[in-house]
């Protein structure tokens, strides 16, 4: 056997074990399951913009893989525990009902009728919690469950001052789901760009976005969309635009950007050079390099993007190294900080105090040498910390 074929190998049976390693995404418990309130650290309301079909034949996923030709709408209330590990996404196994004590929990589901009533009801969130909404686009092979919780892990490990919602698109939560998941990002691009327009004619003040693997590509379409319309930033509304582990082709990436433009807001693309769920899907699209493990950060932040390399930090995913960005206590602080500070306060270039004194904390926190590089368009600066 070659090594390029052991590497192939290494790489798909790792994916296969993570892919195994989670429940049958169930999202609601079959009975309450009651706990004191001194368990519960808080209760997020996470809204929810899908262009998945409404689950039928296991209603407690609320909704599956199948896509739907229009967007539904709805709210998930989640409670986070009290013994909660920041950088972590506490769940039961398998089918079990979840302990609210122990797990993140979905106690309640709330469905609009439509596009209007969704728009009400979030425009009076963002008005009451400050004026500002985060949207979260998750990656490949998430069920609705998945998005709900990582959106809700984000929104409480950074302590997100405004209305978090999620777009999930129709993945199907299988790792062999790849070619159907990328079409399914595909159809769900002016469904993208419909959720952001609407967020916009909202009185928020900061839409800012968090995209991850394949969300990415869905992202940067609705980016795309935008600009050829002339409206690239939503009518200046347009905050933080983050893209994590992106899964696009490097060159299909610049195109985008160039059609784009020049970002005004701060614009940031998160990459590993130990990405293995990006080593696969480089060589499933004919070992061409993706924007999330590609070595050249300079090239990239030619094109007005902020790279922030994260190879020599510690992932929290079982060796794939593909969520650093939320499953890393100090990297989810560092991205905390900065989303505190609303888009248009926010300088280009990084505060390097601010960078040291979590760079302290990056090396407590790996026990070892860390390096933190970030490429911006004009400078390149580096964090160095021992254990």
């Not at 609705?144 to 129709?170: C, E, N």
Request: glycine share 10%; with cysteine.
């Amino acid at each position: 056997m070659t090594v390029r074929v052991k590497s192939v190998v290494a790489i798909t049976f790792a994916l296969l074990v993570a892919g195994c390693a989670g429940n049958t995404h169930d999202l609601l418990n079959k009975t309450t399951v009651a706990v004191p309130a001194s368990a519960i650290a808080a209760t997020h309301e996470i809204f929810v913009a899908t262009t998945r079909r409404k689950a039928t034949k296991d209603p407690r996923q609320v909704f599956d893989g199948d896509r739907s030709l229009t967007t539904s709408f709805a709210r998930v209330d989640v409670t986070v525990p009290a013994s909660h590990q920041v950088g972590a996404i506490e769940r039961a196994k398998g089918s079990a009902n979840s302990n609210p004590a122990k797990d993140f929990t979905a106690k309640d589901v709330t469905y609009y009728e439509g596009a209007p009533q969704f728009a009400k009801a979030v425009g009076a969130d963002i008005a009451m919690r400050g004026d500002r909404a985060l949207v979260f686009v998750h990656g490949f092979n998430n069920g609705f469950d998945d998005g709900v919780y990582r959106l809700t892990q984000i929104a409480h490990d950074t302590k997100y001052p405004g209305t978090p919602v999620l777009f999930s698109w129709a993945s199907s939560a299988k790792t062999t789901g790849y070619i159907y998941d990328k079409d399914s990002a595909n159809a769900a691009r002016d469904d993208l760009e419909a959720t952001l327009r609407m967020l916009a004619k909202t009185r928020v003040k900061s839409i800012d976005i968090i995209a991850h693997s394949m969300g990415t590509w869905l992202t940067m379409e609705a980016l795309r969309q935008l600009a050829i319309t002339g409206d690239r930033d939503l009518g200046g509304k347009l905050g933080y635009v983050i893209l994590a582990s992106p899964d696009i082709d490097v060159d299909v990436f610049k195109k985008q950007m160039i059609r784009y433009g020049k970002p005004d807001k701060p614009f940031a693309v998160l990459l590993s050079g130990d990405d293995r769920a990006l080593k696969l899907s480089s060589l499933i699209s004919g070992d061409k390099p993706r924007v999330g493990d590609y070595g050249n950060a300079a090239d990239l932040a030619s094109y007005g993007v902020s790279v922030v390399d994260l190879t020599k930090t510690k992932g929290g995913d079982g060796g794939l190294n593909h969520a650093k960005f939320a499953d890393n206590p100090i990297l989810v602080q560092l991205l905390g900080n900065r989303l505190r500070t609303p888009a248009g306060l926010a300088s280009d270039e990084p505060d390097p105090a601010q960078l040291n004194n979590i760079g302290q904390g990056l090396g407590k926190a790996v026990g070892s040498v860390a390096e933190v590089v970030i490429t911006t368009p004009l400078k390149v600066l580096t964090i160095v910390t021992g254990g």
